[in-house]
């Protein structure tokens, strides 16, 4: 199973427009962590073959989307948040204990627009960058979750452009 994860595209679709075109059949769902969830909500009526989970982050207000949602795919519980309320800025300590308590195995955020795949503790870490405005001198980036015979791997990908990507990790 193949998930595409974007994070904080900020109404700048273009980039995760080409990603999305390009994938399409080769993911098995797309997972939006915030900034902004209208985002999310366009790209899931522009795609609608794809199964679409996302959650708000500190710039969005639909009073219908979930701060933070737990979704289990193959055999593993995915944790989503945008990251902000757990300071993520700081430092993982907040939020992979958070995502401990929920259960989960792997903890989805975003909201530094800067990548991470990290599996040293008891949760995985997984933040794909911004596909849209990157930060920390990075192009823009997102992540694609694969889980095969019980196990998790996270790819962060640089955006180069509709044509081009590639596996930075």
């Known amino acids: 199973m193949k998930i595409l994860v974007l994070s904080d595209t900020h109404a700048y679709l273009e980039n995760?427009?080409?990603?999305?075109a390009r994938l399409?059949?080769?993911?098995d769902a797309v997972f939006h962590l915030g900034d902004h969830d209208d985002d999310a909500v366009a790209l899931q009526q522009e795609f609608p073959k794809l199964s679409f989970h996302y959650v708000k982050g500190n710039n969005d207000y639909r009073v219908d989307t979930p701060s933070q949602k737990l979704v289990r795919l193959g055999g593993k519980n995915l944790l989503l948040t945008h990251g902000h309320k757990?300071?993520?800025?700081?430092?993982?300590?907040?939020?992979?204990y958070w995502a401990e308590e929920q259960g989960a195995?792997?903890?989805?955020?975003?909201?530094?627009?800067?990548?991470?795949?990290?599996?040293?503790?008891?949760?995985?870490?997984?933040n794909p960058g911004s596909i849209s405005l990157p930060r920390g001198?990075?192009?823009p980036t997102f992540g694609i979750l694969t889980m095969e015979g019980g196990r998790i791997e996270g790819a962060i990908?640089?955006?180069?452009?509709?044509?081009?990507f590639k596996r930075i990790n």
């Open 16 to 20: 995760a427009r080409a990603v999305l």
């Open 24 to 27: 399409q059949g080769k993911v």
């Open 86 to 96: 757990q300071r993520v800025y700081w430092n993982y300590d907040t939020i992979s």
């Open 105 to 126: 195995d792997v903890v989805l955020f975003g909201h530094t627009h800067m990548p991470l795949w990290e599996t040293g503790g008891r949760v995985a870490l997984f």
């Open 137 to 139: 001198g990075t192009l």
């Open 157 to 164: 990908m640089e955006y180069w452009n509709k044509e081009h």
